[in-house]
């Protein structure tokens, strides 16, 4: 992925980035409406992330984008769409899962 500065932009701001022609173009084709719109959010916080160090760090909002292709990714496997079916709408108890307090979480993260 490219990432530079706008060339008519002077100084460094989050909407004078203009990304390769592309760069999420396979994104936007696999997405939903709604869901094109929560990534472009995503992205734009990312950019306002970045552009508050200096230089720059495109670091979040490669993140942004690495977790979104991850999700496409995983929707191509065979048994997601039958697990949504089967686990859509429902509680972790009504699943038969092990239901975790903050506290199980915090004790869990720090082993």
């Given at each position: ?9 002077p ?21 939903s ?21 200096a ?57």
């Open positions: 992925m490219s990432a530079q500065p706008h060339p008519s932009s100084g460094q701001s989050f909407a004078a980035v203009a990304l390769a022609p592309g760069t999420l173009a396979a994104l936007r084709e696999g997405l409406d709604d869901e094109w719109r929560q990534l472009q959010g995503e992205a734009e916080v990312a950019l306002r992330l970045a552009f508050r160090q230089p720059p760090d495109l670091q979040p909002l490669l993140e942004v984008i690495e977790a979104w292709y991850r999700t496409m990714f995983v929707r191509q496997d065979p048994g997601y769409q039958v697990a949504i079916r089967e686990r859509a709408g429902k509680t972790a108890e009504e699943l038969g899962e092990r239901v975790y307090t903050g506290e199980d979480l915090q004790r869990r993260l720090r082993h």
